[in-house]
Every structure is written in structure tokens, then in C-alpha cells.
């Protein structure tokens, strides 16, 4: 017996994961609604697709969590139907069909016409880069590839989405279009690999060429790099950087360690020498960019020679931006032959104190900032602030500029001349220079009689 009124046939889609899985569940949505479905994003719904991530153990268990929890509404008659798709799905299809036998379908990351059909739908491929999307409305994730050919030990992408296979310029920059059409003024270049864009298709590495395209994109003000990869870094996309406004200077180039002898049995075909020399190079050519990083800790082998160093270099490149992940031990990739040897307190504690480091650089660069003047846009309001960011900000991951909504007015949206007024670790707080101050509310009087 249903315990509760939800509106039947509305589809809910519910995404866990990355950026990429944003934009997959983005695209669904746009084809069902293309199919006149009702479709909404993590709200109410009687039919729920639950799109997966099976990265590490953490977004496992998150994602499992998330099956098992819709899969006992169903029973309870609170939903009707449960899918599954994703990268957990791609992943550990036939053990989850074993364990959790009450799911009415799963789907891999590639069979999105076969979901589209479970929910009556059919697959429009009139529909190139056209999608709901359930970012703010000011930016959106355009995933210019799918897959990745690295051969990095520790990751199981390539076992979840493929190998590498781009997207033409020429379909980017309709989706880029019509996303600008819609009021996107940010983009998000996503990709498990930035730096390989193009060779598939192209026979060369052909994101700066990408980048001309899109800077000549009518309404999109700023374009922003994510996952980039250091071996074989296109010089070339720097030049456009420094040159083409649009193009935020900023870049996340996850590098995961810096030992040499880790580099090595991470299979990432760099060193300690030739990854200093790269940020360097970043830092002469674009001295304005802010450079996002990842890093790994715990990873089989290492010692605490490698982490003094690795805690040593975080300290003299002094990264912008910087988030690190203790090693999660994955079945069928190379480095699951290798001994799981660091107990998780050492790699949690290793995390922490490498998080600490970057919190004081963070803070010294952030005070840096104070009576600067840089343009923001703002995605939020929140409480008593309007949130916003600046070109050297990505949103969710990176800091945040807080201004005052008690004595301001903001439009989010739009971009405003901020001139930074405090900062602490993560968030800087600033006055808007362009702004109208907030309007009076006037009390009505009332005469007595």
C-alpha cells in the first residue's frame, strides 16, 4: 500500500559521483523530457534512476547505501520502480543483480538507450549536447571526452568508462551554444583526461584549438579547465590562456604524488624533476593562474622518506588550490597486485597533515588578496550572503567570496567588481563596487482616527 501521495509517472534521477556524472544524468534528463516525461533531479518521484559512482570505497558505500535505501521505499510502496546505472553499475553488474535482486534494471555508463527504454522513452539522437541541467543556471559541465587511455595503476576508469574518445569541435560548440542560449555564462571543460583531447580524432592533442572555437561563443564569459594529465602537456593551451580573456586562468592538473620511484609504480610516466619543471613553466608563462591539484596518500609502498617529501614540495610550489585522497585499494586495477601495506589511520593522519600544510598556504595567499578588486559572479544566496566566485574558483571545490546581503543587493548570475575586504583559510569576504545598495523597506504609516 502506498504510504504516501507522489505523483505517478514522474521520473526522479538522482546523481552521486563526479561532474561526469552530472552532465550524464543532464543528458537523460533531456531526453526524457524530449519524450514528455516528467522529469525532475533528486526530488520527489514514483520511478527513481539512481546514477551510480564506483570510484573508491567511499562513493561504493555511498552509492549502495543509496540502491538500498530506494529499494526499501519500494517495498514499503513508497516508490514504484528502482534503476540503477552508472559507474558502480558498469562496474559490478552481476553482484549487485545477485545482491540486490530488488532493483527492476541496471544499466552501464554506455547503454542509455536500453534505460531510455525501460522508462518508455526513446532514444533521440536529434537531441547533440541538449540537456536539463541541474547546475546553477549562470554554469554548466561541457564534457568534451569520454573515457580515458592512461594506464595509471590505482584507477579503475578506464574499466567503468572506456578509452578515450572525444568529442568534435564542431558538436561542443552547437551544445556550448545552446547552453549560452539558456544562460550559462560559465563552462566547465570536463573530461577523465583534458590533455588528450583531439588525438583520436584530430591525430594531435587539440584542446587550444577547442578553447578558439569556444571563446567565440556569444554569451559565455568565462571557460575553466578540469583534469588535466602532466604527461604531454599542450604547451599551446597556455598561450590561449594568457591571451583569450575568456578563458579563466586557472587549471586542475590532479598529480597525485611526487616521488619518483611512487610516479613509477603509479604507471604516470613523469618524475619528481619533470613535474617541478612543469609548474614552472606554468607559473612563467600564465604568472596569474591558479593551479588545482590532487594528491594521493597511503598509495602501496610508500614510506615516510616519500611523504617528508612529498610534504617538503607541497610546501615550495604553494599550490592555489589543493585537495588530497587516501589510497583506496582496487580490485582489477595494476596496483591491486601490489600489498595494500599502509594502515588507513597512517594514510588518514597523512591526508591530515598535508590538508594542514595547504590550509596555511591557503590562508598567506588569501591575505594576499585583501584590497584587491576582482570580478566575481555570484551562484547563491545563503543566509545573510551572496556566494560568489572569482575566475581562480571552481564551484564546490574551491574557495568562496562572501558579501554582505543585509546592506547589498545581488543578482545571481551575474558578475560584479569586488573589492576584497577580510579572507580566512577557504573564504574571502569583499564589497561589491558596482552594486545597488539594498532598498529601504518602507513602513507604512497609519493615521489614527
Same mark, same amino acid.
Given at each position: 500500500?502506498?504510504?504516501?501521495?507522489?505523483?505517478?509517472?514522474?521520473?526522479?534521477?538522482?546523481?552521486?559521483?563526479?561532474?561526469?556524472?552530472?552532465?550524464?544524468?543532464?543528458?537523460?534528463?533531456?531526453?526524457?523530457?524530449?519524450?514528455?516525461?516528467?522529469?525532475?533531479?533528486?526530488?520527489?518521484?514514483?520511478?527513481?534512476?539512481?546514477?551510480?559512482?564506483?570510484?573508491?570505497?567511499?562513493?561504493?558505500?555511498?552509492?549502495?547505501?543509496?540502491?538500498?535505501?530506494?529499494?526499501?521505499?519500494?517495498?514499503?510502496?513508497?516508490?514504484?520502480?528502482?534503476?540503477?546505472?552508472?559507474?558502480?553499475?558498469?562496474?559490478?553488474?552481476?553482484?549487485?543483480?545477485?545482491?540486490?535482486? %530488488?532493483?527492476?534494471?541496471?544499466?552501464?555508463?554506455?547503454?542509455?538507450?536500453?534505460?531510455?527504454?525501460?522508462?518508455?522513452?526513446?532514444?533521440?539522437?536529434?537531441?547533440?549536447?541538449?540537456?536539463?541541467?541541474?547546475?546553477?543556471?549562470?554554469?554548466?559541465?561541457?564534457?568534451?571526452?569520454?573515457? !580515458?587511455?592512461?594506464?595509471?595503476?590505482?584507477?579503475?576508469?578506464?574499466?567503468?568508462?572506456?578509452?578515450?574518445?572525444?568529442?568534435?569541435?564542431? /558538436?561542443?560548440?552547437?551544445?556550448?551554444?545552446?547552453?549560452?542560449?539558456?544562460?550559462?555564462?560559465?563552462?566547465?571543460? #570536463?573530461? @577523465? %583526461?583534458?590533455?588528450?583531447?583531439?588525438?583520436?580524432?584530430?591525430?594531435?592533442?587539440?584542446?587550444?584549438?577547442?578553447?578558439?572555437?569556444?571563446?567565440?561563443?556569444?554569451?559565455?564569459?568565462?571557460?575553466?579547465?578540469?583534469?588535466?594529465?602532466?604527461?604531454?602537456?599542450?604547451? /599551446?593551451?597556455?598561450?590561449?590562456?594568457?591571451?583569450?580573456?575568456?578563458?579563466?586562468?586557472?587549471?586542475?592538473?590532479?598529480?597525485?604524488?611526487?616521488?619518483?620511484?611512487?610516479?613509477?609504480?603509479?604507471?604516470?610516466?613523469?618524475?619528481?624533476?619533470?613535474?617541478?619543471?612543469?609548474?614552472?613553466?606554468?607559473?612563467?608563462?600564465?604568472?596569474?593562474?591558479? #593551479?588545482?591539484?590532487?594528491?594521493?596518500?597511503?598509495?602501496?609502498?610508500?614510506?615516510?622518506?616519500?611523504? @617528508?617529501?612529498?610534504?617538503?614540495?607541497?610546501?615550495?610550489?604553494?599550490?592555489?588550490?589543493?585537495? !588530497?585522497?587516501?589510497?583506496?585499494?582496487?580490485?582489477?586495477?595494476?596496483?591491486?597486485?601490489?600489498?595494500?601495506?599502509?594502515?588507513?589511520?597512517?594514510?588518514?593522519?597523512?591526508?591530515?597533515?598535508?590538508?594542514?600544510?595547504?590550509?596555511?598556504?591557503?590562508?598567506?595567499?588569501?591575505?594576499?588578496?585583501?584590497?584587491?578588486?576582482?570580478?566575481?559572479? #555570484?551562484?547563491?544566496?545563503?543566509?545573510?550572503?551572496?556566494?560568489?566566485?572569482?575566475?581562480?574558483?571552481?564551484?564546490?571545490? /574551491?574557495?568562496?567570496?562572501?558579501? %554582505?546581503?543585509?546592506?547589498?543587493?545581488?543578482?545571481?548570475?551575474?558578475?560584479?567588481?569586488?573589492?576584497?575586504?577580510?579572507?580566512? %583559510?577557504?573564504?574571502?569576504?569583499?564589497?561589491?563596487?558596482?552594486?545597488?545598495?539594498?532598498?529601504?523597506?518602507?513602513?507604512?504609516?497609519?493615521?489614527?482616527?
Amino acid at each position: 500500500m502506498r504510504t504516501k501521495s507522489i505523483k505517478k509517472n514522474r521520473i526522479n534521477v538522482v546523481t552521486l559521483g563526479c561532474s561526469k556524472n552530472v552532465y550524464d544524468s543532464e543528458v537523460l534528463m533531456g531526453q526524457l523530457r524530449a519524450n514528455k516525461k516528467d522529469v525532475v533531479h533528486e526530488q520527489d518521484g514514483n520511478i527513481v534512476v539512481i546514477n551510480t559512482c564506483g570510484f573508491i570505497d567511499n562513493a561504493k558505500e555511498e552509492s549502495v547505501n543509496t540502491i538500498l535505501e530506494y529499494v526499501k521505499q519500494k517495498e514499503e510502496g513508497e516508490v514504484d520502480k528502482v534503476f540503477v546505472t552508472g559507474c558502480l553499475s558498469e562496474r559490478y553488474k552481476p553482484d549487485l543483480q545477485k545482491e540486490i535482486p %530488488d532493483v527492476d534494471d541496471y544499466f552501464g555508463t554506455t547503454e542509455l538507450p536500453g534505460l531510455l527504454k525501460a522508462l518508455e522513452a526513446d532514444y533521440k539522437h536529434e537531441l547533440l549536447g541538449e540537456r536539463l541541467t541541474t547546475t546553477p543556471k549562470n554554469y554548466a559541465f561541457l564534457k568534451i571526452a569520454e573515457g !580515458c587511455d592512461r594506464p595509471c595503476s590505482f584507477c579503475a576508469i578506464p574499466l567503468m568508462r572506456g578509452g578515450h574518445k572525444s568529442t568534435p569541435i564542431e /558538436d561542443l560548440v552547437k551544445e556550448a551554444k545552446n547552453l549560452a542560449k539558456n544562460g550559462v555564462k560559465e563552462l566547465i571543460l #570536463i573530461a @577523465q %583526461d583534458l590533455t588528450y583531447y583531439g588525438l583520436d580524432l584530430y591525430k594531435k592533442r587539440n584542446l587550444a584549438e577547442l578553447l578558439e572555437n569556444l571563446v567565440k561563443v556569444e554569451g559565455i564569459e568565462w571557460i575553466r579547465l578540469h583534469y588535466a594529465f602532466p604527461t604531454g602537456f599542450p604547451m /599551446d593551451v597556455l598561450e590561449v590562456m594568457k591571451r583569450e580573456p575568456k578563458v579563466c586562468n586557472y587549471l586542475d592538473i590532479p598529480l597525485q604524488h611526487i616521488s619518483t620511484e611512487l610516479l613509477k609504480s603509479m604507471r604516470r610516466g613523469t618524475t619528481h624533476e619533470k613535474t617541478t619543471k612543469l609548474l614552472k613553466d606554468f607559473r612563467k608563462i600564465v604568472p596569474e593562474m591558479a #593551479i588545482r591539484t590532487t594528491l594521493i596518500v597511503g598509495y602501496p609502498g610508500e614510506t615516510e622518506a616519500h611523504f @617528508q617529501e612529498l610534504k617538503e614540495w607541497v610546501k615550495e610550489m604553494r599550490f592555489e588550490r589543493l585537495g !588530497c585522497f587516501t589510497y583506496s585499494h582496487e580490485e582489477n586495477t595494476h596496483a591491486y597486485n601490489l600489498e595494500d601495506d599502509v594502515p588507513q589511520e597512517v594514510k588518514q593522519e597523512r591526508a591530515n597533515e598535508i590538508m594542514e600544510i595547504q590550509s596555511q598556504i591557503s590562508w598567506e595567499l588569501n591575505q594576499q588578496k585583501i584590497g584587491q578588486i576582482f570580478k566575481v559572479v #555570484i551562484d547563491r544566496k545563503e543566509g545573510n550572503y551572496f556566494v560568489g566566485r572569482t575566475e581562480f574558483d571552481s564551484p564546490d571545490v /574551491d574557495n568562496e567570496v562572501l558579501i %554582505d546581503a543585509t546592506s547589498t543587493y545581488l543578482k545571481t548570475g551575474e558578475f560584479y567588481e569586488i573589492k576584497i575586504t577580510e579572507a580566512a %583559510d577557504f573564504d574571502l569576504y569583499g564589497e561589491p563596487l558596482n552594486a545597488a545598495p539594498k532598498p529601504v523597506r518602507k513602513e507604512l504609516k497609519v493615521k489614527s482616527i
